[in-house]
């Protein structure tokens, strides 16, 4: 492992997990890269470094993105809390933070501060947004990729080292555009900011909402009471506020004659990272990870290598995180740390067989997430004998696992007879809230437990 942070910037450590030996001829590595950021500090928390209503010379951008549909009114309490919500939000933003307020219908506007731009957070600001969103009223249909694509011509204004993050609420289906559009959108965007996505009530449809969510390489999750609002999106922008570096890429490097086969995190929550490649020089490609704070993640890599024989030994991967370079003068992309994948052949059979420990521990996690989306599909289809065992296996590996917090999910939808062998029986009433609860959170995961 080796770190190139400079002292004033986070500083990124990597770690590979993995059992490195092959029995002879074998040819598929599979690793657990850890990243862990850590000591931010370089970004100005106080509004240095912005250069007015136009937007920040670097800093943080932020839009937030406010369902205003019809179906915002019913019940009345919804729109009323989405605007304290937003409200709460706006309070959040670190002095300084460049920002704006979308409402969203059919179609899309910037009601705060206007003109496609973006305002400054201060006292001021603050207020004002917040007389602004005083005056939201719902009204209209749903067209989530209109209120994408606003979004990032607000953020096209920042400073290209500005971490920009969207907040989106939608309380109902995209009805007013076709999925094909939807898409469009969110391939306009990715690359371009973050976005968390949340859904009120249980009105809406959960692939669409944790489709945006995972595009964007953001956070989706459910507020079934509206009056839940206000804490979730304070939180969001807390964790919104914390996030030091944007753009960072996970890049791999395979040598002659080796192949990525996979790249998918896996710890906060899956995400398939694969088909997400941007080449970067000869034999290396990046994969996007997005903004980061204090945090650690896990990333699943899986590396094919030439076969070879005993003994010998070869590098069969190297794992780096990079980001933009200063802007200007042409810098490229800053290596923060990196660590090394490698490929062992050995006849020792029990070395060549061992199941490393993270490796075998987010396998599960990954076979988890299915087993709940497979099950619920099933359940939803009449198929109850599918679900009941698709279920029943991801009770099983939600127990084995530790992972308490899907289990307790797992509990709402099915009576567990023994999670050990994963006997269930489906719960004959099952609330809206409570499946959709399971379905929004069957990607997150648990960490390896420690011994």
């Known amino acids: 492992m080796a770190n190139f942070a400079k002292p004033s910037a986070p500083r990124f450590d990597v770690e590979v997990y993995q059992n490195e030996y092959l029995p002879e001829g074998g040819r598929d590595v599979s690793a657990i890269v850890t990243v862990t950021s850590t000591g931010g500090g370089s970004v100005s928390r106080t509004g240095a470094g912005t250069t007015g209503a136009g937007g920040p010379a670097g800093g943080s951008a932020v839009v937030i993105m406010v369902d205003c549909s019809g179906s915002m009114d019913y019940p009345p309490e919804k729109m009323r ?15 300084g933070t460049s920002f704006a ?26 207020a004002a947004a917040k007389e602004a969103l005083r005056r939201l009223t719902a009204g209209g249909g749903t067209a989530i990729g209109t209120w994408l694509r606003l979004a990032e011509s607000l953020f096209s204004g920042t400073d290209g080292t500005a971490i920009r993050h969207g907040i989106l609420l939608t309380d109902g289906r995209n009805e007013h555009e076709t999925p094909e559009a939807l898409a469009a959108a969110l391939e306009h965007c990715a690359g371009r900011f973050t976005c968390d996505a949340r859904g009120v009530g249980t009105d809406w449809e959960v692939k669409e909402v944790t489709g945006i969510a995972e595009a964007l390489l953001g956070r989706a999750d459910i507020v079934a009471d509206p009056a839940g609002l206000r804490a979730d999106f304070t939180a969001m922008m807390a964790r919104a506020m914390d996030k030091e570096v944007g753009d960072v890429a996970l890049r791999l490097w395979t040598p002659v004659g080796a192949e990525v086969l996979f790249v998918k995190q896996v710890a906060p929550s899956v995400v398939d990272l694969t088909d997400r490649r941007t080449e970067a020089g000869p034999r290396a490609g990046d994969y996007p990870t997005g903004s980061w704070g204090d945090e650690s993640r896990d990333y699943h890599v899986g590396v094919r290598v030439p076969g070879a024989g005993i003994g010998q030994e070869m590098l069969a991967a190297r794992a780096s995180l990079v980001a933009p370079g200063p802007a200007g003068e042409g810098a490229g992309p800053v290596v923060l740390s990196q660590g090394l994948v490698r490929a062992v052949w050995t006849d020792d059979l029990a070395a060549s067989t061992a199941i490393n420990a993270q490796v075998a521990h987010y396998t599960g996690q990954a076979e988890l997430a299915r087993a709940i989306q497979q099950g619920l599909e099933a359940r939803k289809s009449g198929d109850f004998d599918g679900a009941t065992a698709k279920l029943g296996r991801a009770v099983q590996l939600a127990s084995a696992s530790g992972n308490e917090d899907t289990a307790k999910l797992l509990a709402k939808v099915v009576d567990v007879v023994d999670a050990a062998t994963g006997t269930v029986r489906l719960k004959a009433k099952v609330t809206d809230a409570d499946e959709m609860t399971l379905e929004t959170r069957s990607t997150q995961t648990v960490r390896v437990k420690k011994s």
């Open 81 to 95: 809390n989405a605007r304290e919500a937003t409200a709460a939000a706006v309070d959040t933003l670190r002095d």
């Open 101 to 126: 307020v979308v409402a969203g219908t059919h179609v899309a506007r910037d009601v705060y501060p206007g003109g496609g731009r973006l305002a400054v957070a201060g006292p001021e600001t603050r």
